[in-house]
């Protein structure tokens, strides 16, 4: 069965330095999401993607972060200027056209430690 | 604002049934989802509803009613493999999902 894929599963990265975070969406689908969970608590929004630009974005994606698709299979979320705040698991998803009821297909997720 | 209330932990036996809870106060509505979540891994689909009644997909069963807010997730013959946190997620006027804190779910032998 086709899967979201995330690298790396874990990155470490110092305070104040920049990371991205990347995904290969499944390859057919056309809507692609960056979502992010700190241990413990809910999921959180952060962007949702399609026809190369963004659709949607919460608060918590403000002008520390962006994405993009540089080619035909990655998505690619950048934090900049990284906080300790930042530390988390980040969730890509992705989903296929058709009726809301499409269900969002989440990769393993990208563990972030910022020191 | 927006708002989805589950039970933060439940616990059953094995081979019993469970019932999750999920109420919810969401800027428009445009489905209800449920997703599993193993500790450490990513979520997974389980079940969607957008109209009210029951929808049962093997021992999983989901129920909506939009009048009331409200929607269980029905678990039966449990197994151990079924102990993880459960996330219901609404998706709202802007088609954003707005995910509850999730149940964790233990099962005990």
């Known amino acids: 069965e086709p899967e979201v894929t995330q690298t790396p599963s874990h990155q470490v990265t110092q305070m104040g330095q920049e990371v991205i975070l990347r995904c290969v969406p499944i390859?057919?689908?056309?809507?692609f999401y960056w979502y992010r969970q700190i241990l413990g608590q809910k999921v959180e929004f952060l962007v949702s993607?399609?026809?190369?630009?963004?659709?949607?974005k919460s608060e918590i994606f403000d002008d520390q972060f962006s994405v993009e698709r540089p080619d035909g299979s990655n998505f690619t979320l950048k934090i900049r200027s990284t906080k300790l705040e930042d530390s988390a698991m980040y969730f890509c998803?992705?989903?296929?056209?058709?009726?809301?009821?499409?269900?969002?297909?989440f990769g393993d997720g990208t563990r972030l430690s910022i020191l | 604002g927006q708002n989805i209330d589950q039970p933060t932990e439940m616990t059953a036996t094995e081979g019993a049934i469970v019932q999750i809870n999920c109420t919810y106060q969401?800027?428009?509505?445009?489905?209800l989802f449920w997703y599993q979540q193993h500790a450490g891994e990513a979520p997974t689909f389980l079940s969607y509803?957008?109209l009210d009644g029951l929808e049962e997909k093997g021992r999983f069963s989901s129920f909506l009613s939009r009048s009331k807010g409200y929607s269980y997730l029905l678990l039966k013959e449990l197994q151990m493999k079924d102990s993880a946190s459960y996330l219901c997620?609404?998706?709202?006027?802007?088609?954003?999902?707005?995910w509850g804190a999730g149940t964790k779910l233990i099962i005990k032998p």
């Open positions: 998803a992705s989903k296929d056209v058709g009726g809301t009821g499409q269900p969002q297909h």
């Open positions: 993607f399609y026809n190369n630009e963004i659709s949607e």
């Open positions: 509803n957008v």
């Open positions: 969401t800027s428009g509505f445009n489905g």
């Open positions: 390859s057919n689908h056309l809507y």
């Open positions: 997620a609404v998706k709202d006027s802007n088609y954003q999902l707005i």
